[in-house]
């Protein structure tokens, strides 16, 4: 038993982990760092549009309805390029990008050309976010909007859902108008548009990050330590964001999702900061799972209410009572516009964010973040982040179009991003998980080997040792000696007999002597007949 558990709990464990302390680093030349650089496969990137049915309705107040339209299926590439290493910091220091690709094959009978109705961000987003933080100016903004998209009848555009999410949609900045010129410098510094042509920028929602940079990462290799490894440092050469009202929320905690660090336990998060959303999320173990026969530890995220959480009230504009409503976080620091991020179809949210919207249907198996992961290498195994866009609606103030919308959270669109190993590399890890079903036999057949041994030798320890022979008591034997006469006779030798013994009893622990033996060895010998002496 000793010897079973020593192995298999102390000396074959630590030789797997150094094993792996020496392959799970971002060191230059490793199949590690190469697959961090650029991943090998490209990601599952589906977008679900949710598309309105009654503009009109709600353009008078009323409860929105909506089509989940989708999904619209891509596929992600993640590359990290302009690599610096630093090997006194243990970092490295890049830019990455996301290439998106559409894929009409996986997307049919979907073919990106559908007509839909969502809400126009270029309009009642600019709007909303102006009467939020700037309502001073929110004549000059109307009136700007009111040349450019002229006439300016409602908050929704019907548009191709190829154009909403990457083509991109034209915007006429030609007037000379020193309101729409204003507005349109200001949506180009904002990166909200791009340009199509000399006299015309185009919107869309993934187009202008299309194979561009999202910034420059510094993040540590984990060499030295490898509990660090990933671990974002800097972001665009600054050590912390600026966007909140409290040193926690403006923190990098985590890596940016593409590596995790090894030898986590069930009590710690996965962390990952992400800039589209300029927030770190952490995933929590939510219980034992498996994928294709391994082994993994299941992790959702749970995005609760800020509420109830004094440590994070940052992220809220007024605390608490400014705080997003449960299940969502405010994006509209990170992005400029009044949006709330939340999982799709408002699952794990507050009841009145569904009760506002007619048509969500929400379901775990298709609308819940999870990571299928194993601990000990920090493998995601399989993965789905899932994220919905929702606009923060209500009237804006003395608008004559706009000032009677709901005060509601509209949802927009929902996206997934996602992977999920094949054959090709879960097999890679198949000697570490047979080394450790190995471990396993050995740790439990040497308990129950060695606890039967125990017992066995126990119980013949106490059989041989301890427990007292079971031997019967002594009998005691009594016998009687009769007197008996004495003869006169000399038999020619002349000598008087012997003088008369008296009859006595003999008490005789042997019990296997003859009571003549008996009796002699016990005290004085019994007289002997006078016939009997001389054969005696």
């Not at 100016?137 to 909403?164: C, H, N, W, Y």
């Not at 540590?220 to 671990?231: H, Q």
């Not at 190995?438 to 119980?459: C, D, E, P, Q, R």
């Not at 040792?465 to 009594?478: F, S």
Request: charged share 25%; net charge negative.
């Amino acid at each position: 038993m000793v010897v079973g558990l020593t192995v298999s709990m102390a000396i074959l464990p630590e030789l797997v982990n150094l094993m792996l302390r020496q392959n799970l680093r971002l060191k230059p030349g490793s199949d590690l760092r190469k697959m961090y650089e650029k991943v090998p496969f490209g990601l599952d990137f589906k977008v679900h549009i949710f598309n309105i049915t009654n503009p009109q309705e709600i353009m008078q107040g009323g409860r929105p309805r909506v089509k989940d339209i989708g999904p619209f299926y891509f596929e992600e590439w993640k590359e990290k390029y302009d690599i610096e290493d630093n090997d006194g910091e243990d970092t490295m220091t890049f830019d990455m990008k996301n290439t998106w690709i559409f894929r009409p094959d996986l997307t049919a009978p979907l073919t990106g050309n559908e007509m839909i109705t969502v809400p126009y961000l270029l309009v009642i987003g600019v709007l909303l976010a102006i009467q939020r933080d700037k309502e001073a100016m929110l004549p000059l903004i109307s009136k700007g909007l009111d040349i450019i998209f002229e006439p300016l009848e409602s908050a929704f555009v019907t548009v191709r859902v190829m154009d909403l999410l990457f083509d991109g949609i034209p915007v006429d900045c030609s007037s000379e108008e020193f309101a729409a010129k204003a507005l349109c410098s200001g949506l180009d510094s904002e990166g909200a548009v791009a340009p199509l042509n000399d006299t015309h920028v185009k919107f869309s929602m993934f187009g202008l990050r299309n194979g561009t940079s999202i910034g420059r990462f510094k993040v540590y290799r984990g060499i030295k330590n490898v509990a660090d490894l990933g671990r974002v440092i800097t972001y665009n050469d600054e050590t912390e964001m600026d966007f909140y009202d409290g040193d926690e929320c403006n923190k990098y905690v985590g890596t940016d999702s593409t590596i995790f660090p090894p030898f986590l336990t069930k009590k710690d998060r996965l962390w990952a900061w992400s800039p589209e959303i300029c927030q770190s999320l952490g995933a929590v173990y939510a219980g034992k799972s498996s994928y294709q026969g391994f082994p993994t530890s299941f992790f959702t995220i749970d995005f609760g209410d800020l509420r109830d959480d004094p440590v994070h009230q940052c992220y809220c504009r007024d605390p608490p009572d400014g705080c997003p409503p449960k299940g969502t976080i405010d994006l509209g620091p990170c992005v400029g516009a009044p949006i709330l991020g939340s999982k799709p179809h408002f699952i794990g949210g507050d009841p009145k964010l569904l009760r506002d919207v007619d048509g969500l249907e929400p379901d775990p198996k298709e609308h819940d973040i999870f990571i299928h992961y194993d601990l000990q290498t920090g493998t995601p195994f399989s993965a789905a982040k899932r994220l919905q866009f929702n606009l923060e609606l209500e009237p804006i103030r003395g608008h004559e179009v706009f000032g009677k919308l709901p005060k509601m959270v509209l949802p927009m669109f929902w996206a997934e991003e996602g992977a999920s190993l094949n054959k090709t590399w879960t097999k890679q890890l198949k000697p570490l998980f047979m080394i450790r079903k190995f471990n396993a036999t050995v740790k439990w057949l040497s308990i129950v080997l060695g606890t039967l041994g125990t017992i066995g030798a126990g119980f013949m320890h106490y059989k041989l040792h301890i427990k007292p022979v079971n031997v019967r008591p002594m009998e005691v034997q009594k016998t009687t000696v009769k007197e008996v006469e004495p003869s006169v006779e000399t038999n020619g030798t002349g000598k008087e007999p012997p003088e008369k013994i008296e009859p006595r009893v003999v008490e005789s622990a042997h019990r296997n002597l003859p009571p003549l033996f008996d009796g002699g060895l016990a005290g004085k010998q019994k007289p002997v007949p006078s016939d009997q002496r001389e054969r005696f």
